[in-house]
Every structure is written in C-alpha cells, then in structure tokens.
T-cell receptor
Framework: AQSVSQHNHHVILSEAASLELGCNYS??????LFWYVQYPGQHLQLLLK??????LVKGIKGFEAEFIKSKFSFNLRKPSVQWSDTAEYFC??????????FGKGTMLLVSP | DAGITQSPRHKVTETGTPVTLRCHQT?????MYWYRQDPGHGLRLIHY???????DKGEVSDGYSVSRSKTEDFLLTLESATSSQTSVYFC??????????FGPGTRLTVT
C-alpha cells in the first residue's frame, strides 16, 4: 500500500520568506503526484500535479514542486510567501487507477 | 470548480440516529469519492464509486454505506451515528488526469 509522509506538521514564516514543504511517498512504481491547499474553512483546491515529463512542475499562485524519483520526494516550494498563503497543504499520490493517498497535512502560518 | 454540491452543509444529530449526506455533480464524472477529514489524520477515504451501482470500500468504511443510483448523486449513510463519526465530510470527483476536485464539505456533529 502507498503511504505519504509530510515532514512538518506546522510551519511558521514571515511574509517574503521562502517556503519548502517536504513530501515523501512509499510506492516504487510509476506515480502521479499532487499538492492541494485548504484555506481556513474551505475545501481542498488543487495547486499542482505531476504525471510525467519535466520534474519541475509549476502550479497556481506562484507555487512549484520538484519530483525527485531517487528520493521518492515531491517537495513544494514558493520563493516568497504572502499572508494569504496561510493554509493547510496536503501532498497526495496515486499510481495508475488506484485511489489517492493523502499525507496528514502541513499547516502554514504566515505572519505579516 | 467541477460543479459539486454537498447537502446539508452542517448537521447536528444524536447518537444512534441514521444520517444521509448527499453529493451532487453536474458534469457526468464517473468516479466519485467520500472522505472524512479529522485533525491530525488528513483525509481518509470512506467509500468510492466508479459508476452507477458500482462502489467499493476505502480505508475507513466501517459504520458507513453508500449508494449511487444515478451518475449525478452519491449518497453516504451513517446507519447509526456515533460520536466518533463527528467530522467534516468531503465529496470529490475525479478529473481526466486522475486529479480530484472537492466539494464544499459537510460538518457533522454527533452528540
């Protein structure tokens, strides 16, 4: 069975700081990788996704993620965070037609 | 948005009562999912459907049943609600690239 590990449960940053959230998965075959964001009181929204090709994926709102197959990692990055990025971030993985497996989430708090 | 609605959006019910949550879509997606979200656990899959009358269990299916009698509706039933089922429930649809799109959620409190 697949599993997803998000290293940090809570991250606190000041505005304009750089962000990197870690995500590692356990499945060794071909995978599809996703990052979702959940703003306070809202539902999950897709930030970006990776299926194949360029391992550096760009998403919405200035986020990007890099797939490193040898490390089973798919870390989320943003060069300069804003207060409006305060949210919970979820990494997820599936392979083929399997169901999505989510990490437990990382809560990001950006202080103005 | 993928045209997903959930009803009700909030519900308070008593232990032992049956509860049904509804997910409705307008875009004819084949795959639909029910998740629950709890602090410290992320999202956990309850049941999913891959077509009308085709459903399967997820990670935390005990105490829940589902039905899908038509493409647009996917119902989640708690046969006899317990306090451990207090949670936020999200429905999701699967898009063309295996990504999922989530509904607004239902906050269920079992007293």
């Amino acid at each position: 069975a697949q599993s997803v590990s998000q290293h940090n449960h809570h991250v606190i940053l000041s505005e304009a700081a750089s962000l990197e959230l870690g995500c590692n998965y356990s499945y060794g075959g071909t995978v599809n990788l996703f990052w979702y964001v959940q703003y306070p009181g809202q539902h999950l929204q897709l930030l970006l996704k990776y299926f194949s090709g360029d391992p550096l994926v760009k998403g919405i709102k200035g986020f990007e993620a890099e797939f490193i197959k040898s490390k089973f990692s798919f870390n989320l990055r943003k060069p300069s965070v804003q207060w409006s990025d305060t949210a919970e971030y979820f990494c997820a993985v599936n392979s083929g037609y399997s169901t999505l497996t989510f990490g437990k989430g990382t809560m990001l708090l950006v202080s103005p | 948005d993928a045209g997903i609605t959930q009803s009700p959006r909030h519900k308070v019910t008593e232990t032992g009562t049956p509860v049904t949550l509804r997910c409705h879509q307008t875009e004819n997606h084949r795959y639909m999912y029910w998740y629950r979200q709890d602090p410290g656990h992320g999202l956990r899959l309850i049941h999913y459907s891959y077509g009308v009358k085709d459903t399967d269990k997820g990670e935390v299916s005990d105490g829940y049943s589902v039905s899908r009698s038509k493409t647009e509706d996917f119902l989640l039933t708690l046969e006899s609600a317990t306090s451990s089922q207090t949670s936020v429930y999200f429905c999701a649809l699967q898009g063309a690239d295996n990504e999922q799109y989530f509904g607004p959620g239902t906050r269920l409190t079992v007293t």
